[in-house]
């Protein structure tokens, strides 16, 4: 739909309307990787050589359509990476006050899927998110990514772990192989059910 610097200055957030779902997560957690997934749509989402770079956030307008082929427009909003240590003082300016700017006023999002490397764990970052959507009322849904990268017997106990470190339950997928791509894209789906007739 389009890319946008910021609410007043350049390119602004689109007008509300349909709703909307936020992705967030450090750089490199696989954020484009999975939008691209869940959008079927590969290369849509441009993944950058320079994580530190991704400074806009992206709108990308879909249709859903339901069982009486009735369509609904939604909106998969990609908020700019964090954590990229060559930016973190710029960061500082840019990234918090644009994305809880965003979490805090958008009125038309329905959820914010907070992204995590299953790996990796939650830091900082991610603890200090998780509190800053639950505080503003926002309905969280929490991924464990690159679940294709640990072996098998360990990606419960990664996600448990994340489970325990967050206080929230966990979804693990892999936007490379598409494993649990289907359970989110449900639980994207309960998000944007008010406003299905
Ligand atoms: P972003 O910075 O969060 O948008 O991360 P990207 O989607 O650009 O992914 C960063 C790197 O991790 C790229 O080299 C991807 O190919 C790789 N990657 C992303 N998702 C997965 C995944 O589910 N499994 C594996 N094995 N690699 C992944």
Redesign the pocket.
């Known amino acids: 739909m389009l890319s946008a610097t910021g609410p007043k200055d350049g390119v602004g957030w689109p007008t509300e309307g349909p709703p909307e779902v936020a992705f967030i997560?450090?750089?490199?957690?696989?954020?484009?990787?999975?939008l691209s997934s869940l959008m079927g749509r590969k290369g849509l989402?441009r993944?950058?050589a320079d994580?530190g770079r991704?400074r806009l956030i992206n709108f990308f307008e879909l249709t859903l359509f339901d069982d009486a082929n009735v369509p609904h427009p939604i909106r998969l909003v990609d908020l700019p990476?964090y954590g990229y240590a060559k930016v973190s003082k710029e960061e500082k300016k840019t990234f918090r006050p644009i994305v809880q700017r965003f979490l805090e006023d958008r009125t038309a999002l329905c959820a914010a899927v907070l992204?995590v490397d299953l790996r990796r764990g939650a830091e900082i970052e991610e603890t200090e998110l998780a509190h800053f959507m639950r505080d503003h009322g926002r309905r969280v849904v929490l991924v464990g990514?690159?679940?294709?990268?640990l072996p098998k017997h360990e990606r419960k106990p990664a996600a448990e772990k994340l489970a325990k470190q967050l206080e929230h339950r966990v979804l693990v997928?892999?936007?490379?192989?598409g494993a649990g791509l289907p359970e989110l894209w449900k639980r994207l789906l309960v998000a944007f059910a008010p406003t299905k007739p």
């Open positions: 997560g450090r750089s490199n957690v696989g954020k484009s990787t999975l989402v993944i950058s994580p991704t990476g992204l990514t690159k679940a294709d990268k997928v892999s936007g490379e192989t």
